[in-house]
């Protein structure tokens, strides 16, 4: 079946420094790519869609400059965390619909951010 | 935006013990997808459900989407410790495919 590789798993850095957290989808094309960051024992909130070959469009009230997605094959999707601060600290996790008619959402296993 | 409530926020069960989880959503769904998370790790596709009426199943877990398509149920069978995780629903809406989730169920099985 369809499978979301996401790298790296975990990943601790200091303020002030850029995080970049890659998403792949192994097997299939991803014309569109899912972040969503979850909050301890929170639901999955949506930041953004990453789509290949333009510019992602991101959820009310995430900041584009701080959080940059890059889609750059149909394979890969990025996202940069840029001048992390410790709020920045959270579980990110991506997501790619695999193809054919009715196909589910496919999720990585998540990056835990830890910005110190 | 589609709003999902899941209830019950949190449950405990006897090992063996069937347990439902409820998805209702604000509007009508075009799908309705079940996820199983272990905290901090990532989602486990389980079911999709598009059709109103639709049940299906998968080993001990069945799940149902009522005929208006707004309501989901989620029941496991005799529960084990493998069951235990958070239970997420999520809505596909018609367009954009962007899913919206609920607030998450965790059951947690006790032996």
């Known amino acids: 079946g369809a499978v979301v590789s996401q790298h790296p798993s975990r990943v601790i850095c200091k303020s002030g420094t850029s995080v970049k957290i890659e998403c792949r989808s192994l097997d299939f094309q991803a014309t569109t790519m899912f972040w969503y960051r979850q909050f301890p024992k929170k639901s999955l909130m949506l930041m953004a869609t990453s789509n290949e070959g333009s510019k992602a469009t991101y959820e009310q009230g995430v900041e584009k400059d701080k959080f940059l997605i890059n889609h750059a094959s149909l394979t890969l999707s990025t996202l940069t965390v840029t001048s992390a601060h410790p709020e920045d600290s959270s579980f990110y996790i991506c997501?790619?619909?695999?193809?054919?008619?009715?196909?589910?959402?496919?999720f990585g296993n998540g990056t835990r951010l830890t910005v110190t | 935006s589609q709003e999902l409530e899941q209830s019950p926020q949190s449950l405990i069960v006897q090992e063996g013990k069937n347990l439902t989880i409820n998805c209702t959503s604000s509007k009508t769904l075009y799908g309705l997808y079940w996820y199983k998370q272990k905290y901090g790790e990532g989602l486990i596709f389980l079911m999709m459900?598009?059709?109103?009426?639709e049940e299906k199943s998968h080993e001990k877990i069945t799940a149902k989407l009522d005929e208006k398509k707004q309501q989901s149920s989620l029941h496991i069978t005799a529960s084990q410790p493998s069951h235990a995780g958070i239970y997420l629903c999520g809505a596909d809406p018609l367009t954009d495919y962007k899913l919206s989730f609920g607030a998450g169920t965790t059951v947690t099985v006790r032996a």
């Open positions: 997501s790619a619909r695999g193809t054919g008619s009715g196909s589910p959402l496919h």
């Open positions: 459900l598009q059709k109103g009426g």
